[in-house]
Protein backbone atom coordinates (compact mmCIF):
# COMPACT_ATOMS: atom_id res chain seq x y z
CA UNK A 1 0.00 0.00 0.00
CA UNK A 2 1.53 3.05 -1.04
CA UNK A 3 1.50 5.86 1.81
CA UNK A 4 0.75 9.64 1.86
CA UNK A 5 2.94 12.07 1.18
CA UNK A 6 4.39 14.39 3.77
CA UNK A 7 6.33 17.25 3.58
CA UNK A 8 9.39 18.66 5.83
CA UNK A 9 9.34 21.79 7.03
CA UNK A 10 12.88 22.55 8.94
CA UNK A 11 13.09 26.30 11.10
CA UNK A 12 17.21 26.57 12.29
CA UNK A 13 17.69 29.70 14.63
CA UNK A 14 19.98 30.24 17.01
CA UNK A 15 18.15 29.20 19.75
CA UNK A 16 16.18 26.02 18.54
CA UNK A 17 16.06 23.85 15.56
CA UNK A 18 12.45 22.63 14.99
CA UNK A 19 11.22 20.01 12.38
CA UNK A 20 7.88 19.77 11.46
CA UNK A 21 5.79 16.89 9.19
CA UNK A 22 2.36 17.95 7.85
CA UNK A 23 0.14 15.83 5.66
CA UNK A 24 -1.80 16.47 2.24
CA UNK A 25 -4.20 18.48 4.48
CA UNK A 26 -1.79 20.70 6.26
CA UNK A 27 -1.90 18.63 9.98
CA UNK A 28 0.83 18.31 12.05
CA UNK A 29 1.96 14.50 11.74
CA UNK A 30 5.41 15.46 13.64
CA UNK A 31 7.37 18.21 15.58
CA UNK A 32 10.33 18.11 16.99
CA UNK A 33 12.12 20.79 18.93
CA UNK A 34 15.63 20.92 19.69
CA UNK A 35 18.21 22.70 21.21
CA UNK A 36 20.48 24.25 18.81
CA UNK A 37 23.18 24.87 21.34
CA UNK A 38 25.51 26.59 18.67
CA UNK A 39 26.05 23.69 16.69
CA UNK A 40 23.03 23.82 13.70
CA UNK A 41 25.02 21.06 11.56
CA UNK A 42 25.10 18.50 14.07
CA UNK A 43 21.10 19.63 15.19
CA UNK A 44 19.76 19.00 11.61
CA UNK A 45 21.10 15.18 11.38
CA UNK A 46 19.99 14.73 15.25
CA UNK A 47 16.61 15.82 14.17
CA UNK A 48 16.69 13.94 10.76
CA UNK A 49 18.16 10.81 12.27
CA UNK A 50 15.04 11.27 14.67
CA UNK A 51 12.36 11.54 11.97
CA UNK A 52 14.11 8.51 10.22
CA UNK A 53 13.19 6.33 12.92
CA UNK A 54 9.51 6.36 11.61
CA UNK A 55 9.68 7.35 8.44
CA UNK A 56 11.70 6.39 4.93
CA UNK A 57 12.90 8.78 2.09
CA UNK A 58 9.68 7.59 -0.04
CA UNK A 59 7.23 9.19 2.36
CA UNK A 60 8.44 12.76 1.85
CA UNK A 61 7.02 14.93 -0.87
CA UNK A 62 8.71 17.87 -0.58
CA UNK A 63 11.45 20.09 2.11
CA UNK A 64 11.32 23.53 3.02
CA UNK A 65 14.09 25.32 5.15
CA UNK A 66 13.49 28.28 6.92
CA UNK A 67 15.12 30.30 9.87
CA UNK A 68 18.88 31.98 10.19
CA UNK A 69 20.36 28.80 9.06
CA UNK A 70 18.45 28.49 6.43
CA UNK A 71 20.36 28.05 3.50
CA UNK A 72 22.81 25.71 5.41
CA UNK A 73 19.86 23.25 6.44
CA UNK A 74 18.70 23.58 2.41
CA UNK A 75 22.29 22.40 1.42
CA UNK A 76 22.39 19.61 3.79
CA UNK A 77 18.35 18.53 3.14
CA UNK A 78 18.13 19.30 -0.43
CA UNK A 79 15.51 21.90 -0.17
CA UNK A 80 12.87 22.63 -2.46
CA UNK A 81 11.67 26.22 -1.03
CA UNK A 82 14.22 28.37 1.03
CA UNK A 83 12.07 31.56 2.65
CA UNK A 84 12.78 33.80 5.48
CA UNK A 85 11.49 33.71 8.78
CA UNK A 86 8.57 36.33 8.26
CA UNK A 87 6.94 34.26 5.11
CA UNK A 88 7.41 30.94 7.39
CA UNK A 89 5.30 32.66 10.15
CA UNK A 90 2.75 34.32 8.13
CA UNK A 91 1.78 30.88 5.95
CA UNK A 92 1.58 28.69 8.94
CA UNK A 93 -0.49 31.44 11.38
CA UNK A 94 -2.72 32.01 7.91
CA UNK A 95 -3.40 28.51 7.25
CA UNK A 96 -3.99 27.73 10.92
CA UNK A 97 -6.18 31.06 12.20
CA UNK A 98 -7.80 32.16 9.22
CA UNK A 99 -8.44 35.95 8.71
CA UNK A 100 -5.66 36.45 11.37
CA UNK A 101 -4.53 40.17 11.08
CA UNK A 102 -1.42 40.29 13.56
CA UNK A 103 1.22 37.86 14.45
CA UNK A 104 3.35 38.21 17.67
CA UNK A 105 6.00 35.98 17.52
CA UNK A 106 8.74 35.86 20.75
CA UNK A 107 11.19 33.68 20.83
CA UNK A 108 14.40 33.32 22.96
CA UNK A 109 17.00 35.59 21.16
CA UNK A 110 14.92 37.48 18.70
CA UNK A 111 11.20 38.67 18.58
CA UNK A 112 8.54 40.07 15.44
CA UNK A 113 5.69 41.46 14.84
CA UNK A 114 3.75 40.76 11.54
CA UNK A 115 0.81 42.73 10.30
CA UNK A 116 -1.25 40.75 7.70
CA UNK A 117 -4.24 42.24 5.38
CA UNK A 118 -5.60 39.83 3.22
CA UNK A 119 -3.29 37.10 3.79
CA UNK A 120 -0.91 39.04 2.49
CA UNK A 121 1.99 40.68 4.72
CA UNK A 122 1.38 44.31 5.11
CA UNK A 123 4.24 45.21 7.26
CA UNK A 124 6.43 43.70 9.89
CA UNK A 125 9.53 44.64 12.32
CA UNK A 126 12.20 42.84 13.95
CA UNK A 127 14.16 42.96 17.30
CA UNK A 128 17.42 40.65 17.32
CA UNK A 129 19.80 43.54 19.25
CA UNK A 130 18.41 43.33 22.81
CA UNK A 131 17.80 40.65 25.13
CA UNK A 132 14.78 42.38 26.87
CA UNK A 133 12.51 41.82 24.26
CA UNK A 134 13.29 38.38 24.04
CA UNK A 135 12.56 35.00 26.20
CA UNK A 136 15.65 35.12 27.39
CA UNK A 137 15.05 38.07 29.04
CA UNK A 138 12.24 36.06 31.31
CA UNK A 139 14.63 33.04 31.61
CA UNK A 140 17.39 35.38 33.15
CA UNK A 141 14.95 36.90 35.30
CA UNK A 142 13.29 33.51 36.59
CA UNK A 143 16.63 32.08 37.62
CA UNK A 144 17.82 35.50 39.93
CA UNK A 145 14.09 34.87 41.34
CA UNK A 146 15.20 30.98 41.59
CA UNK A 147 12.17 29.64 40.14
CA UNK A 148 11.80 27.39 37.04
CA UNK A 149 10.55 29.24 33.64
CA UNK A 150 7.64 26.55 33.70
CA UNK A 151 6.03 28.11 37.26
CA UNK A 152 7.03 31.73 35.97
CA UNK A 153 3.64 31.75 33.84
CA UNK A 154 1.62 30.15 36.69
CA UNK A 155 2.68 32.94 39.21
CA UNK A 156 2.03 35.54 37.23
CA UNK A 157 -1.70 35.01 36.81
CA UNK A 158 -2.02 34.72 40.85
CA UNK A 159 -0.72 38.08 40.93
CA UNK A 160 -3.27 40.98 42.49
CA UNK A 161 -1.34 44.18 41.27
CA UNK A 162 1.67 43.56 38.91
CA UNK A 163 4.10 46.13 40.16
CA UNK A 164 5.58 48.15 37.80
CA UNK A 165 9.28 47.13 36.40
CA UNK A 166 11.97 49.16 33.95
CA UNK A 167 12.19 46.51 31.09
CA UNK A 168 13.94 48.42 28.39
CA UNK A 169 17.01 46.95 29.51
CA UNK A 170 17.75 43.56 31.30
CA UNK A 171 20.42 44.67 33.47
CA UNK A 172 18.26 48.10 34.99
CA UNK A 173 15.06 45.25 34.90
CA UNK A 174 17.14 43.59 37.31
CA UNK A 175 17.91 46.01 39.67
CA UNK A 176 14.64 47.24 39.51
CA UNK A 177 12.91 43.93 40.65
CA UNK A 178 15.68 43.61 43.44
CA UNK A 179 14.29 47.04 44.67
CA UNK A 180 11.13 45.94 44.27
CA UNK A 181 11.32 42.76 46.41
CA UNK A 182 13.02 44.79 48.82
CA UNK A 183 10.14 46.70 49.31
CA UNK A 184 8.38 44.06 49.92
CA UNK A 185 5.75 43.65 47.02
CA UNK A 186 4.86 39.83 46.66
CA UNK A 187 6.36 37.19 43.96
CA UNK A 188 3.63 36.69 42.37
CA UNK A 189 3.28 40.70 41.59
CA UNK A 190 6.90 40.87 40.79
CA UNK A 191 6.61 37.84 38.15
CA UNK A 192 3.54 39.65 36.54
CA UNK A 193 5.57 43.21 36.61
CA UNK A 194 8.04 41.24 34.43
CA UNK A 195 5.65 40.04 31.79
CA UNK A 196 4.17 43.39 31.25
CA UNK A 197 7.35 44.67 31.40
CA UNK A 198 8.40 42.54 28.46
CA UNK A 199 4.94 43.27 26.47
CA UNK A 200 5.77 47.13 26.81
CA UNK A 201 9.31 46.62 25.28
CA UNK A 202 7.69 44.60 22.53
CA UNK A 203 4.97 47.10 21.47
CA UNK A 204 6.90 50.25 21.91
CA UNK A 205 10.06 48.61 20.02
CA UNK A 206 8.48 46.70 17.63
CA UNK A 207 4.99 48.03 17.31
CA UNK A 208 5.19 51.80 17.98
CA UNK A 209 2.87 53.54 14.83
CA UNK A 210 1.68 50.36 14.10
CA UNK A 211 -2.17 49.36 14.44
CA UNK A 212 -2.83 45.92 15.63
CA UNK A 213 -5.75 44.85 14.94
CA UNK A 214 -7.74 41.23 15.86
CA UNK A 215 -7.22 38.28 15.06
CA UNK A 216 -3.81 38.16 17.11
CA UNK A 217 -1.97 35.41 16.98
CA UNK A 218 0.89 34.60 19.38
CA UNK A 219 4.27 32.22 18.53
CA UNK A 220 6.99 31.24 19.68
CA UNK A 221 8.36 29.16 22.52
CA UNK A 222 7.38 32.66 25.27
CA UNK A 223 3.81 32.16 23.81
CA UNK A 224 3.78 28.60 26.27
CA UNK A 225 3.74 31.30 29.60
CA UNK A 226 0.09 32.11 30.45
CA UNK A 227 1.37 35.48 31.88
CA UNK A 228 2.83 36.83 28.82
CA UNK A 229 -0.71 35.64 27.15
CA UNK A 230 -2.44 37.70 30.34
CA UNK A 231 -0.09 40.37 29.61
CA UNK A 232 -0.63 40.90 25.84
CA UNK A 233 -4.78 40.67 26.22
CA UNK A 234 -4.40 43.41 28.95
CA UNK A 235 -2.15 45.63 27.06
CA UNK A 236 -4.29 44.85 23.43
CA UNK A 237 -7.62 44.35 24.46
CA UNK A 238 -8.21 41.51 22.39
CA UNK A 239 -8.11 37.77 22.76
CA UNK A 240 -4.89 36.38 21.94
CA UNK A 241 -5.17 32.96 20.13
CA UNK A 242 -2.34 30.82 21.04
CA UNK A 243 -1.34 27.58 18.20
CA UNK A 244 -1.43 24.15 19.19
CA UNK A 245 1.90 24.09 17.29
CA UNK A 246 3.30 27.69 18.72
CA UNK A 247 6.92 26.25 19.47
CA UNK A 248 7.57 25.45 15.92
CA UNK A 249 5.00 27.43 13.37
CA UNK A 250 8.08 28.63 11.29
CA UNK A 251 8.87 25.33 10.09
CA UNK A 252 4.92 24.56 10.07
CA UNK A 253 5.16 27.31 7.15
CA UNK A 254 7.98 25.83 5.40
CA UNK A 255 6.28 22.62 5.11
CA UNK A 256 3.43 24.38 3.63
CA UNK A 257 5.46 25.75 1.48
CA UNK A 258 7.22 22.95 0.44
CA UNK A 259 3.78 21.55 -0.50
CA UNK A 260 2.89 24.05 -2.62
CA UNK A 261 6.20 24.24 -4.21
CA UNK A 262 6.40 21.00 -5.48
CA UNK A 263 3.11 20.53 -6.17
CA UNK A 264 3.48 23.80 -8.65
CA UNK A 265 6.32 22.38 -10.02
CA UNK A 266 5.22 18.69 -10.71
CA UNK A 267 5.53 16.46 -7.80
CA UNK A 268 9.22 16.13 -7.63
CA UNK A 269 11.06 16.58 -4.83
CA UNK A 270 14.89 17.53 -4.29
CA UNK A 271 14.72 15.59 -0.59
CA UNK A 272 18.30 14.13 -0.39
CA UNK A 273 17.24 11.50 2.09
CA UNK A 274 17.92 10.47 5.61
CA UNK A 275 20.87 9.35 4.98
CA UNK A 276 22.51 12.38 5.00
CA UNK A 277 21.86 12.39 8.76
CA UNK A 278 24.60 9.97 9.17
CA UNK A 279 26.92 11.83 6.24
CA UNK A 280 30.40 13.47 7.00
CA UNK A 281 29.25 17.42 6.65
CA UNK A 282 31.66 19.75 7.42
CA UNK A 283 31.22 23.52 7.16
CA UNK A 284 34.46 26.07 6.86
CA UNK A 285 34.65 29.39 6.16
CA UNK A 286 37.11 32.49 5.35
CA UNK A 287 37.53 36.35 4.96
CA UNK A 288 37.94 37.23 1.40
CA UNK A 289 40.07 39.83 1.47
CA UNK A 290 39.61 40.84 -2.92
CA UNK A 291 38.02 44.09 -1.92
CA UNK A 292 37.05 46.23 0.98
CA UNK A 293 33.92 44.47 1.70
CA UNK A 294 35.88 41.75 3.55
CA UNK A 295 32.86 39.24 2.83
CA UNK A 296 32.90 36.08 5.25
CA UNK A 297 32.18 33.41 2.48
CA UNK A 298 30.62 30.10 3.93
CA UNK A 299 31.63 26.37 2.23
CA UNK A 300 30.10 23.29 2.68
CA UNK A 301 32.14 19.98 2.23
CA UNK A 302 29.95 16.98 2.44
CA UNK A 303 32.51 13.46 2.47
CA UNK A 304 35.54 16.16 1.27
CA UNK A 305 33.42 17.28 -1.83
CA UNK A 306 32.46 21.04 -1.82
CA UNK A 307 28.51 21.35 -2.11
CA UNK A 308 27.82 24.93 -1.80
CA UNK A 309 29.36 28.61 -1.16
CA UNK A 310 27.61 31.74 -0.44
CA UNK A 311 28.53 34.70 1.62
CA UNK A 312 30.14 36.85 -0.83
CA UNK A 313 28.96 39.90 -2.08
CA UNK A 314 29.99 39.94 -5.47
CA UNK A 315 28.98 36.16 -6.42
CA UNK A 316 32.69 35.54 -7.26
CA UNK A 317 32.91 32.40 -5.26
CA UNK A 318 29.80 31.05 -5.71
CA UNK A 319 30.24 31.72 -9.48
CA UNK A 320 33.14 29.61 -9.79
CA UNK A 321 31.37 26.82 -8.09
CA UNK A 322 28.73 27.08 -10.30
CA UNK A 323 31.36 26.84 -13.51
CA UNK A 324 33.73 24.31 -12.12
CA UNK A 325 29.95 21.95 -11.59
CA UNK A 326 29.21 23.39 -15.30
CA UNK A 327 32.35 22.03 -16.66
CA UNK A 328 31.78 18.71 -15.21
CA UNK A 329 28.88 18.37 -16.29
CA UNK A 330 30.06 19.06 -19.52
CA UNK A 331 32.58 16.83 -19.08
CA UNK A 332 30.65 14.19 -18.03
CA UNK A 333 28.06 14.31 -21.26
CA UNK A 334 31.47 13.94 -23.56
CA UNK A 335 32.59 10.86 -22.14
CA UNK A 336 29.33 9.57 -22.42
CA UNK A 337 29.09 10.61 -25.55
CA UNK A 338 32.14 9.13 -26.66
CA UNK A 339 31.34 5.52 -25.38
Request: hydrophobic share 45%; glycine share 10%.
Amino acid sequence: MVKDLLYLGVDVGSVSTNLVLIDKWGDVKEALYLRTQGRPLETIQRGLAKLAERYDDHQIGGVGTTGSARTLASVVLGADVVKNEITAHAVAASRLVPGVRTILEIGGQDSKLILLKDGVVSDFSMNTVCAAGTGSFLDQQAARLQISIEEFGELAVKANHAVRIAGRCSVFAESDMIHKQQMGHSLEDIVAGLCEALVRNFLNNLGKGKKLEAPIVFQGGVAANVGMRQAFEKALGHEIFIPEHHKVMGAVGSALLAQETVNRAGGLTQFKGFSMSEEKIAANSWECGDCPNLCEVIEIQEAGQLLARWGDRCGKWENALAVARSEAASEAQLQTAGQ
